[in-house]
């Protein structure tokens, strides 16, 4: 039997769900869509929660062409101003989550991009596919990568996104998430996530053949290029040692190696002798890092 340091543990735990939040735009969170300088982008480990199915619901009546594209617009409006209860409704009389307006912007979509994850978690309730693609040729998970949103994209991960799908820039989720960047904490969490997930850290940005760890480095990302460093020189363990090993790093608070371990196929569920969890372990001994990262990949 273990003593959990209750005041500690909630406070952790309050953090990590502070986190995870609903919707944020970045530094600031927008109720429409984002004026950035950069184009408005694009973007597995063992998958711990599965893509909710779709709603058993009474059917919706019959719409005819125009009753259908005026819900649908009605819906794109609420997810941009992040309003659950009126894309609710909305959903229920028939809107579609993965319909385009003319910029190519869906439900689905958009909360990839404003890190909306209860949005996020609605459309995929009701058939978000996850292989949507914005006018960039991007995912979600690329979207979500630029702006930093590490618990969309855990999420994505999660609910089976292709990890490593290039747009028209030439860029995947992992790139964008360095090239466009700031090294700061939340890009740090996309970046293990991304990690953690499978990403592909050889593979070149397409028009300057340029690797994830170069692009990290020249921009002075140091803890991303060390993150990229640990991983592309890690040895992969043996599936019960890779368990011993995430425990480990959550408890130590390593969440370079938390990912690692997730990467070489770790259960986010493992258990130590005395039936902790990485995640029990990780809010036992304050150790936000590795609570946020498995969090975002759904432990629970």
Request: charged share 25%; hydrophobic share 40%.
């Amino acid at each position: 039997m273990y003593l959990i340091r209750p005041v500690r543990s909630v406070a952790a735990l309050t953090a990590v769900f502070l986190a995870t939040a609903a919707c944020s735009g970045g530094d600031a969170a927008t109720s429409g869509p984002a004026q950035a300088t950069t184009p408005p982008a694009s973007t597995r480990p063992p998958t711990s929660q599965a893509t909710p199915r779709p709603t058993k619901e009474k059917p919706a009546p019959k719409l005819d062409a125009k009753q259908q594209a005026r819900l649908n617009q009605q819906l794109i409006a609420a997810a941009w101003d992040n309003d659950l209860r009126r894309a609710r409704s909305l959903i229920a009389r028939g809107a579609d989550v993965n319909a385009k307006d003319n910029t190519v912007q869906s439900a689905y979509l958009i909360s990839t991009s404003e890190g909306c994850l209860e949005l996020l978690n609605l459309t995929l309730e009701h058939g978000a596919d996850v292989d949507s693609k914005d006018s960039f040729n991007g995912t979600g998970l690329i979207r979500a990568a630029d702006r930093g949103h590490a618990d969309i994209a855990g999420r994505l991960v999660q609910a089976g996104v292709k990890i490593d799908h290039i747009n028209n820039l030439g860029w995947t989720a992992l790139h964008e998430a360095i090239i466009l960047g700031d090294g700061s904490d939340r890009y740090v969490d996309t970046v293990r996530v991304l990690v953690a997930g499978g990403a592909d850290l050889r593979l070149r940005s397409q028009r300057d053949q340029t690797t994830p760890i170069q692009h990290a480095t020249s921009r002075g990302h140091n803890q991303i290029a060390q993150d990229l460093r640990a991983a592309l020189e890690a040895d992969k363990p043996a599936k019960r040692q890779a368990n011993r090993l995430l425990l480990a790093a959550a408890e130590r608070g390593d969440a370079t190696a938390v990912a690692l371990a997730i990467r070489a196929g770790a259960n986010l569920e493992a258990r130590d002798e005395q039936g902790r969890t990485p995640l029990s372990l990780a809010v036992t001994e304050d150790r936000l890092a590795v609570a946020r990262l498995l969090v975002y990949l759904g432990a629970g």
